[in-house]
């Protein structure tokens, strides 16, 4: 059952979370020598984190509608 639970919360966490994106995010910006954790530095990955979650989530959205409108013919949905 933890074994279950472990896959589950790394699943969430890193796949539907994107949590390694938004490190990797910090670790580019602590580079370009901005600190993430003060409020003008943690605005910044907060805004380029949620800027490519949402375009990615937008994207598979838009993906998965267009499968599904596949099998639907035009006539039928009239």
């Known amino acids: 059952m933890q074994e279950l639970k472990r896959i589950w919360l790394f699943f969430l966490n890193q796949i539907l979370g994107m949590e390694w994106m938004n490190k990797s995010i910090g670790k580019i910006l602590a580079m370009l020598g901005i600190d993430i954790d003060g409020k003008v530095g943690g605005s910044v990955q907060f805004f380029i984190y949620d800027v490519i979650k949402i375009t990615i989530l937008l ?7 267009s499968y599904i409108q596949s099998y639907f013919p035009p006539q039928r949905s009239k």
């Open 59 to 65: 994207c598979a959205l838009s993906l998965i509608i």
